[in-house]
């Protein structure tokens, strides 16, 4: 039988707009899945800190702040310095459509905006997930 | 045939079974009906429904205790509401920029947000802040920038809000500078800053101290204003952001209400007059999608406060009695998908607002689930009210809702629920541990997942969203952005303020911030002279940081 998904939802920065990564967290874990939820206001360094301890498969961030150009790389650098560059990194918020374009061409992220539904999210994590341990399980 | 003629009381009662069979047998659209906030609704509201409700005691007129019915006696045909448009981007001379557009466009009072780094206390430059500066509102440092943001703004004569909590004493003491700067009086400065706290640790989040130096905090403000800058509001108690994070109407109207009347025991412990104080709160509320349960929600705020504050605290001023209060349109409600439609939920949530009495009233922008609105999209915002005020007649009789059987069964419904929220505050202690507790943000979270399922299953509707879906390429509306170069910027400028201002005369200052904080000196006081020396929110709020230590939010999930 598979391991449970374990996630990390992030809210990085100084926004405190918490509704959307409360709610994630909540509907993963109805899904199944174990997620730790890191509260407000968290440097990247210390949201990949939780993560590398955590031994996590995916790490969520919200943001609302606008802040995200400069966040997502930030939490990314943090995670490869831990050696947690393979974590699957995803989030949402409020972010304009461009700028999620960029980050996902950039290979940074997958974005959800407002009015995702939480099961989406939660197809998307586990069929990656799925996608991920069969590649490991056929290399092993 | 008399009212009271036999064969009458036989047709009515008639009439009632009649529709009552008929309606039973009636196919409906939905097993179940009830309000946004999920509370079951009845078909039809008679007489039944308001039975015990007395004119005297629960509605009186305009202007008369309990204010059910509006706060003057005259309402909207003497004076309109306050078109108070939120704004706030990039750098102090930018978001001048937007408040003289604002102006120049019939606005008749400001209304500044700021970016993160300003509500948590921190400096343009300090390392939280990169990436955030300008972003989600105007970035504020020092009385410098304060000066730039007012520059030709002439402040004896505007009235502005500013939304800030945390820091909002030093914010504050930055404006009375700016404005004595400017030759103006303190006394003649007008306008509210947030400074509500508690509802920060409940719901918004952007603090900046433990919450008892942050009360005090408060209550320095609300001694110093109410002798110095007496036509300040100095807190806006505010249910809008208890709503904002998922809460239901009814938990809006208690936590709020609830917070208020910790300040008013707060003030009365610092040894303040109730009446020296009372009179300059003010409040704030969201205007939801639900029509009627939103203007019940406005009455009955004012009916509960003037109960409580007459009654259970005792103030004698009327003005102390009376829920002053502004309102603004959930943004909560706004869909990215099919961002045109937006406009349309504003017009209705702000004519609810204005249906129930409300003082002043921000309306959305249709942009602002994708970034900050564009000058086009919050033109419309603005338009939407003056459409209300001028065009469609609503603005000539106060309380029109009044006496409906609906609307008033509403209304005492939502006051009964009120009071069960205020039995198990009490309860539990008090706000300040139910906050540490995490009770009433749990409450909160409670219902924003109950509604997120409601949306999910269908049975709550979402146009664009869960039900006349359109395949969404995404917005093709244009955004507003803020250039990097802002961040940057405000870099040099604080490098160059640093150098140029007298470093020794900010030290004095910073260290007398440090003794008041160990006594129990007026801290606003502290934070006027520190201003003047151009000490900046980050030196100042990182000596209260200091003394007072850093909030830890209580795990609730």
């Known amino acids: 039988m598979q391991r449970k998904i374990r996630v990390l939802i992030g809210k990085p920065g100084l926004d405190g707009h918490d509704r959307g990564a409360k709610t994630v967290a909540s509907a993963l874990r109805d899904f199944g899945m174990e997620v730790i939820y890191t509260g407000l206001h968290q440097t990247p360094e210390a949201i990949a800190e939780v993560a590398a301890q955590e031994d996590v498969d995916v790490v969520g961030l919200s943001i609302l702040s606008g802040a995200h150009m400069a966040l997502f790389p930030r939490v990314r650098a943090a995670l490869e310095k831990r050696d947690m560059g393979h974590v699957l990194l995803t989030g949402g918020g409020i972010i304009p459509q461009d700028d999620m374009k960029a980050l996902e061409d950039a290979g940074y992220t997958k974005l959800f905006g407002p009015g995702t539904r939480t099961e989406e999210i939660a197809q998307w994590i586990t069929a990656q997930m799925e996608l991920r341990w069969q590649k490991e399980g056929a290399a092993q | ?557």
């Open chain 2, 1 to 557: 045939m008399s009212l009271d003629d036999p064969l009458h009381r036989v047709q009515v009662h008639d009439g009632e079974q009649l529709w009552r069979r008929e309606f039973d047998a009636a196919k409906k659209r939905s097993a179940e009906f009830t309000t946004l906030s999920g509370a079951p609704l009845e078909p039809l509201y008679g007489p039944d429904a308001i039975a015990d409700l007395d004119h005297e005691r629960d509605l009186a007129y305009p202007g008369q205790f309990p204010y059910t019915r509006g706060v003057h006696p005259t309402m909207y045909r003497g004076r309109l509401w306050t078109m108070r448009q939120f704004a706030g981007f990039g750098s102090a001379k930018q978001t001048n920029e937007r408040f003289k557009f604002l102006l120049a466009h019939g606005q008749t009072g400001l209304s500044t947000a700021f970016d993160f780094p300003t509500l948590m206390g921190y400096d343009s430059d300090h390392e939280h802040s990169i990436g955030e500066v300008g972003q989600v509102g105007v970035a504020i440092s020092s009385l410098e920038d304060m000066e730039t943001l007012m520059s030709g703004i002439p402040m004896g004569e505007v009235s502005t809000s500013m939304t800030i909590n945390g820091p909002a004493p030093i914010l504050l003491a930055f404006y009375i500078a700016c404005g004595e700067n400017q030759g103006v009086d303190p006394k003649l400065l007008r306008g509210t800053v947030q400074n509500d706290i508690l509802k920060e640790f409940q719901a918004q989040h952007a603090w900046l101290v433990p919450p008892e130096p942050a009360l005090r905090m408060i209550t320095d403000v609300m001694g110093y204003c109410s002798e110095r800058v007496p036509q300040w509001n100095t807190i806006s108690i505010s249910g809008y952001h208890i709503r904002e994070a998922g809460s239901t109407a009814a938990q809006e109207l208690a936590f709020t209400l609830a917070n208020g009347m910790e300040y008013v025991k707060r003030g009365l412990a610092a040894g303040l007059d109730i009446d020296d104080f009372a009179p300059r709160l003010s409040f704030f509320f969201d205007s939801h999608l639900d029509f009627f349960e939103e203007i019940a929600k406005f009455r009955a705020a004012r009916r509960i406060w003037a109960r409580k504050m007459r009654d259970t605290f005792g103030a004698k001023d009327p003005r102390s009695w009376m829920v002053r209060f502004h309102t603004q349109t959930a943004g909560v409600s706004l869909t990215a998908q099919q961002p045109e439609n937006n406009i349309v939920r504003v017009a209705f949530q702000a004519l609810a607002a204005v249906l129930g009495g409300t003082q002043s009233l921000h309306t959305n922008s249709m942009d602002e689930t994708l970034a900050l609105p564009t000058e086009k999209a919050v033109k419309i915002a603005l338009r939407t009210q003056q459409i209300i005020a001028e065009e469609i007649e609503v603005a000539h009789v106060a309380d029109p809702l009044g006496g409906s059987y609906f609307v008033e069964a509403l209304t005492n419904k939502l006051e009964a629920e009120a009071e069960r929220y205020f039995a198990e505050i009490d309860r539990r202690g008090g706000v300040v541990p139910c906050i540490e507790a995490g009770y009433i943000q749990r409450e909160i979270h409670r219902s924003a997942i109950a509604y997120q399922a409601a949306v999910e299953r269908g049975s709550k509707k979402v146009v664009g969203v869960n039900c006349y879906t359109e395949d969404d390429k995404g917005p093709t509306i244009d955004i507003l952005r803020i250039d990097a170069s802002v961040e940057r910027e405000q870099h040099e400028r604080l490098a160059a303020l640093r150098k140029r201002r007298d470093n020794a005369r900010c030290k004095r200052e910073l260290d007398a911030i440090r003794d008041a904080c160990r006594s129990k000196d007026n801290l606003l006081e502290r934070f006027v002279a520190a201003a003047h020396a151009y000490c900046t929110l980050g030196e100042i709020a990182d000596v209260l940081r200091a003394e007072f230590g850093v909030y830890k939010e209580p795990k609730i999930l």
